[in-house]
């Protein structure tokens, strides 16, 4: 989950975090995609508008030959 579409959503960094219970900074501290985590939470909060999007999440394991 992409966390400008995250912020758009709820309206803000501060709403964001007031609506997931999390402080302002530590919303602020995600980078580009936001935290497996708390993709689930907005998921389920937002009631399936914001969709947990697994290929974000995937690792890639380079040293496996």
């Known amino acids: 989950m992409l966390k400008k579409v995250v912020v758009k959503h709820f309206g803000g960094i501060s ?3 007031n ?17 497996e985590k708390q993709a689930f939470v907005i998921e389920r909060i937002t009631k399936g508008k914001l969709k947990y999007d697994a290929s974000l999440y995937l690792k890639t394991n380079e040293s496996a030959a």
């Open 19 to 35: 609506a997931l219970n999390i402080s302002h900074p530590a919303v602020c501290r995600w980078g580009e995609v936001i935290p």
């Open 15 to 17: 709403k964001t975090a």
